[in-house]
Nanobody, 120 residues
Framework: VQLQASGGGSVQAGGSLRVSCAAS????????MGWFRQPPGLEREFVAA????????LYADSVKGRFTISRDNANSTVYLQMDSLKPEDTAVYYC??????????????WGQGTQVTVSS
């Protein structure tokens, strides 16, 4: 499975961005999909996950109420809508596919990362 992330960029605090990740190579319909991020100088951390059918979502406390994860199984794509962005959201964002609830140890495939920069 190959994961291609896109949609990162720079935005001012309070703004919005949407990142996308398209999977190819084999069917990902049965897997959970999600996002992690790695802020500068820090460890990679969980951001959000969505179950195979989209019925369940999980969010890190730091993004709850501001970020929304969704998926389109017909196009093997997962999205992360990021609203009310804060400077502390600045990080490289990685998409991932694996088993629920998609913590690091459960990830089977990683994307290449896309940079999100939020300025104050």
């Amino acid at each position: 499975v190959q994961l291609q992330a896109s949609g990162g960029g720079s935005v001012q605090a309070g703004g919005s961005l949407r990142v996308s990740c398209a999977a190819s190579g084999r069917s990902t319909r049965a897997y959970s999909m999600g996002w992690f991020r790695q802020p500068p100088g820090l460890e990679r951390e969980f951001v959000a996950a969505i179950s195979w059918n989209g019925a369940a979502q999980l969010y890190a406390d730091s993004v709850k109420g501001r970020f929304t994860i969704s998926r389109d199984n017909a196009n093997s794509t997962v999205y992360l809508q990021m609203d009310s962005l804060k400077p502390e959201d600045t990080a490289v964002y990685y998409c991932a596919i694996g088993n629920w609830p998609l913590r690091t140890i459960l990830v089977r495939y990683w994307g290449q990362g896309t940079q999100v920069t939020v300025s104050s």
